[in-house]
DNA sequence: TAGCGGTTGGG
DNA sequence: CCAACCGCT
C-alpha cells in the first residue's frame, strides 16, 4: 500500500456529481479513483430487466464523461461479488478510505454492512452518506419513538422535522485522481444482440445521465408542475414529472428535488396560487411516497417479498397461467387495463394511475399472486424500483395498514371514463379498436353488433370478451376473503394453542413457484378463459425463479394485426412521452445549474452547501442530526431468520446471492398485526 | 333541510 | 377505515 493512500468512491444509485456527500466528502479528503461495480448476480431474483440496464448503462457513460472532465474516470469492474471486487481495488490502488451513500433495500444493508466490517478490519476508514432521501429512516419516528405505520404520519412527520432537508452540494470543481493505472477497467455488458434493436427506441424518449436529470426536474417544475393537481389522473397526459428512473439511479437528488419544489411552493403561496400550491403538496405527497417506500424497506425489510399484514399469506391466490399471460400480452378484455400492459410493453413506462388500474385488476379481479405482477413490473419498467413498487403492489394488495382494502373492486370501464374519458389512449395502445366509438371504447361487449361490424371488431376473435366478468370475480373474491380469515383464525388458534407451529410458518417453505417457463407459443394467443374450477393456492408466494426472463422477448410478438406489421411494438412517435426538444425549449436561465454558480436563486435562503463541512457548520448546534448524516454508521438492523430461505449457493466468502445476505441474523421482521392495530388505531 | 345510503378517493 | 360528496327523500 502506498503511503497516504486515495480514496474509493463507491457509485451505486447515486449517479451523479452534485449534491454527492459521498464523492464531495472523497474530493476533499484528497484524489480520487471513482468505481462502480456491476454485480448482478448478487440481486438474485431481482436481476435488473432490460430497459432498467439500458438506462444504467447510459447513466453510467455519462458519468464518466462527467468525471472525466474533472480530471479522473469511472473505474468499471465486472464481479459476482461486490466485496471481493472492492477488496481488489484497494489492493490495486493503495487506497486507504472508502465513501459511498446509503441504499435501503435488504440487500444492500446487508452487504454494505458487510463491507464495512470487512473493510475497516483491512484498516480501511470508510464513510458513508445520506444522499438518497431527505431523512435518513431511523431518524423518522413518531411520539414514543416507534416508527411509523401509516404514511400519513410518516410524511407529516417528515415536513415537520425540526431540521429543513440539507440543502443539495455543488458538483465538485475538479477531482484529483488517484492512481487507478494497476486497476483493470472491464467492459460491462448490459444487453445482448437480441435486446438493441428495442433499446433504440428508447434513446428516443429518454435522455439518462445526471445532467439530463437535471433539465426534467427543471423543465417540470417551470412547466408541468403548476398543472400536476389538474392533470395528474389522465392516462396519457405528459404532465407527470418523469423523473422516476432519474430518481433510481440516483441521477438527481430528492433533495434537490425538494428544495427546487419548495421554493414554487412559496412563491405560488405568496401569489394565493391555490391550484398551485395543490399541486405542489401532491408532488411532494409522491416524493413522500418515494421516501417511505426506503423507510418500509428499512423497517420491514422483506416487504418486497411478504405482505405486511400477516393475513394476507392465507389469500388463496388464482394461479392461472393463462390469466397471468393475458394480462401481461394486455389480451384481457378490459380496454383500459389491455392499453396500459401494451404500452407498458412497448416503453417501459405507464402513467402512475395505469399502473394502479392494471396492477388492481391483477390482483383483485384476477386474483393473481400479487408478486408475479410485481416481478413483471421489475422486468419491464423503465423505472423499476424494489422499494417503491414492493409499496405499491403492498398497497393494491390490501396488505399496508393504510392501504386499500382488499374487497373493493374498481371497475376499468369506469375508471376508463375517467382517466382517458375520449379513448384517446385506448385507441392509441389498442388499435384493434381505433375505429370503436367512444361510447363504448371502454365496454366494447356491450357495443350492438352493428356498431362493432362498422369497427372491424370480433369479439373473441381480434379482440377478447372479458377474460373474468366482474360479477364473477367479486363473487370470487369475497369466497376468497373468507377463506383467508378463516384460514387465519385457523392459524392463531393452533398458535395459541400451542399445537402446531402454525399454519403461517410452515406455508412459508411451499412458494408458489412463478411460472417457469414464461415464453410464450406464439400461435397461442387464445387468452385463458375462466376456469370451471380454478387452481388456487394457499401459500404465500416466493419469489419469481424469473431471472431469466432478462428477456421476455417472446411477448412482444402480441401477435395482434395491427401490432404484427412491425413485429415488435415501437414507441410511437406520438406516444406520451418526453421528448427532447421540448426539454430544451426550457428557458436556460430559469435555474442555472452550472458548477460555476455558487447558490440558488432561493428567495426563502436555502442556499446550496460547497461542502459536506459547511453544513455542518451551518447546523452545528443541532449536533443530533449531524451525526447520522455523515455517520460511518450504518444503523443496526437485523434481518429475520425464520426458515424463510432459498437454495442459494454461498460462496467461498461467505456472501451469497439474493437471501442468503439475509440469514443467521436475528430475527425482527414485524408482520403486523392488523387486528391489534384495529384497535390501537 | 337535515339526514341517509351509496360511491369515491385516499397511500 | 374514514372523510367528502352526491343524489335523493
Redesign the pocket.
Known sequence: MSGGGCSIVWFRRDLRIEDNPALTAAVRAGAVVAVFIWAPEEEGHYYPGRVSRWWLKQSLAHLDSSLRSLGTFLLTKRSTNTISALLDVFKATGASHLFFNHLYDPLSLIRDHRVKEVLSAQGIRVRSYNADLLYEPWDVKDANGNPFT???GFWERCLSMPCDPEAPLLPPKRIVSGDASRCLCDTLVFEDESEKGSNALLARAWSPGWSNADKALTTFINGPLLEYSKNRRKADSATTSFLSPHLHFGEVSVRKVFHLVRMKQVLWANEGNKAGEESVNLFL?SIG?REYSRYMSFNHPYSHERPLLGHLKFFPWVVDEGYFKAWRQGRTGYPLVDAGMRELWATGWLH?RIR?VVSSFFVKVLQLPWRWGMKYFWDTLLDADLESDA??W???SGT?P????FD?ID?PQ?EGY?FDPNGEYVRRWLPELSRLPTEWIHHPWNAPESVLQAAGIELGSNYPLPIVGLDAAKARLEEALSEMWQQEAASRAAIENGTEEGLGDSSESIPIAFPQDIAMDEEDIEPARVNAHTVRCYEDQMVPSMTSSVRLEDESSLNIQSTAEDGRAEVPTNANLPQEPARDAVNPRAMPTAPTQTRLPYTAGIALRTSVEDSTAESSSSSDVRRERDGGVVPVWSPPSSSYTEQFVVDENGIGTSSSFLQGHQQTHQIINWRRL?QTG
Open positions: 401509516t404514511f400519513a405527497k411516497l402512475d394502479v409499496l405499491g403492498q398497497y393494491i399496508l393504510d392501504s386499500r382494502e373493493r371497475n369506469l375517467k384495529s
